[in-house]
């Protein structure tokens, strides 16, 4: 009679697989993970502790299921849709991600900067970050993929599943990083947090929606998140290979914070001074008309700061409000508040300065048509002036 097969019992297993009671393959994230679309989670907390997913139990909070979740990651997952991933392995995927890396280093680094010094961080200095980081190497992947897909027409499906698959083993392994950020890995955390802000806003292009305030909003959530997490890292950033991201235009943003006394004195700014009699003029409580009063000083330092920049401008000048604002403004914003979506209109002015980019092409002019729809019609002399600004003519009845 022969022998039974004889059979190693293993505890290694992620937490999800450990529920849901199947065979791990104890990779990170599992198979069963990525194909499920889970958070593929180890550590002492279900039992076994895992090298690459090193965490303590008081850096997590139960979620939903009772498993573990990483509340400074919300504001990114949110942001990020990787519903519609595919999982892909075999033989040819190498030979996927060679087509995809070359496509960043050839083609996609070109679309993310103007300046020469910009462009050799994203080509070149990120590029390395990646070889030793997994989880930006899959970030830059994603993106590369997603470029791809707004090239190739026969093969949008593809690409697009391609670049679902890779965001989401790259936020499963961003967990982990930022659930235990420092010097060792802050450098990486902001090259990855910069190209998920990049695919946040190219996803309306790959699933064919429109931009909607809604989608702003995750995005500003995201922006601000992980904003406040690299903030103490600011120093190293600055000294890495990466700072020319952070060029010398963002030292005289830090001068006018400091500065206790920004007036706009450029006449194409002047609107913005007049949304302070709008804010007057209407029943608020002190707390709302302190936040609504707050958020426009932050929009006014933040056209300063684009009128003063040199030449030519880079996309990240047009993310520095969300990471100004405050939590109970974007409050204000979800309930789709008048006032907020009237300053929210001034805002595309700003960002309709990086229309010509692939990934924020036509942003301004879709968010501008939402807030014209929902806004009274009291209130739509209030955002003629950006729609005039980015090209939209509404005729008021």
Request: positive net charge.
């Amino acid at each position: 009679m022969p022998s039974r097969r004889s059979h190693t019992k293993s505890r290694n297993g992620c937490g999800e697989c450990k529920r849901r009671r199947v065979k791990c393959n104890e990779q990170y994230p599992c198979h069963n993970c990525l194909k499920n679309n889970s958070d593929c989670i180890y550590g002492a907390y279900f039992g076994q502790s895992k090298a690459q997913a090193a965490f303590t139990h008081n850096s997590l909070s139960p979620g939903p299921k009772g498993l573990p979740t990483f509340p400074r990651m919300d504001s990114v997952s949110t942001a990020v849709d990787s519903s519609s991933f595919t999982f892909f392995s075999g033989a040819n995927s190498w030979l996927q991600d060679l087509e995809l890396m070359h496509h960043f280093s050839t083609v996609v680094y070109k679309t993310l900067a103007s300046r020469k010094a910009v462009h050799d961080v994203w080509g070149i200095a990120l590029p390395r970050e990646a070889y030793s980081c997994e989880c930006l190497m899959h970030g830059l992947l994603a993106l590369s993929a997603s470029h791809l897909a707004t090239l190739s027409s026969q093969r949008v499906a593809h690409y697009t599943n391609l670049s679902a698959s890779h965001l989401h083993r790259s936020l499963c392994l961003f967990r982990v990083v930022l659930a235990d950020i420092s010097v060792v890995n802050c450098i990486p955390a902001f090259a990855l947090s910069s190209l998920l802000v990049i695919q946040v806003c190219a996803q309306p292009i790959l699933d064919k929606s429109r931009p909607t305030v809604e989608k702003l909003i995750k995005l500003f959530n995201m922006c601000r998140g992980v904003g406040t997490i690299l903030a103490p890292y600011g120093a190293n950033i600055q000294q890495s290979s990466l700072s020319s991201l952070l060029h010398d235009d963002y030292n005289f943003f830090n001068k006018l914070q400091r500065s206790k006394d920004i007036h706009p004195t450029n006449s194409q700014v002047s609107p913005l001074a007049r949304l302070r009699d709008l804010i007057k003029g209407q029943t608020l409580n002190h707390w709302e008309e302190s936040v609504y009063f707050d958020a426009l000083s932050q929009l006014e330092i933040s056209f300063d700061f684009i009128q003063a920049a040199k030449n030519p401008l880079e996309w990240g000048m047009a993310f520095v409000w969300p990471v100004l604002l405050k939590k109970e403004f974007l409050n204000l914003l979800g309930q789709l508040r008048p006032l907020s979506l009237v300053m929210l209109s001034h805002y595309c002015v700003l960002l309709y300065h990086f229309d010509h980019l692939w990934f924020l092409n036509g942003w301004a002019k879709a968010l501008l048509t939402e807030i014209g729809d929902t806004l009274t019609l009291e209130l739509q002399m209030w955002i003629d002036w950006p729609r005039e600004v980015c090209g939209l003519r509404h005729p008021r009845v």
